[in-house]
């Protein structure tokens, strides 16, 4: 069984910055994308940033240059470097990941940006 968790959320000033961490854990891993989602008050759940095997990442463009997705194969590891964080940003992320071609999520984590 696949299981995905997620750390690091919490509650920042505007202009701050976040580290999220994600660690799955299961046996015979194969994972091939792994992303951020997150889910505003009152909106549907989104992609913020997701990275390939190869490193390879995308970004909405309202986290262009703010956000960045890195992973760590070797360790089944997924993170989200957020800077310079606005109210908008506020919402629960989520960590997911595609393995042997299933999707998996995880439980979520609050990131709350206020003053």
């Known amino acids: 069984q696949v299981q995905l968790v997620e750390s690091g959320g919490g509650l920042v000033q505007p202009g701050g910055s976040l580290r999220l961490s994600c660690v799955v854990s299961?046996?015979?891993?194969?994972?091939?994308?792994m992303a951020w989602y997150r889910q505003r008050p009152a909106n549907q759940r989104e992609l913020v940033a997701t990275i390939t095997r190869d490193h390879d990442a995308y970004y909405r463009d309202s986290v262009k240059g703010r956000f960045s997705i890195s992973r760590d194969n070797a360790k089944n590891m997924v993170y989200l470097e957020m800077n310079n964080l606005q109210p908008e940003d506020t919402a629960v992320y989520y960590c997911?990941?595609?393995?042997?071609?299933?999707?998996?999520w995880g439980q979520g984590t609050q990131v709350t940006v206020s003053s």
């Open positions: 997911n990941v595609q393995d042997w071609g299933s999707l998996y």
């Open positions: 299961g046996s015979g891993l194969n994972i091939f994308n």
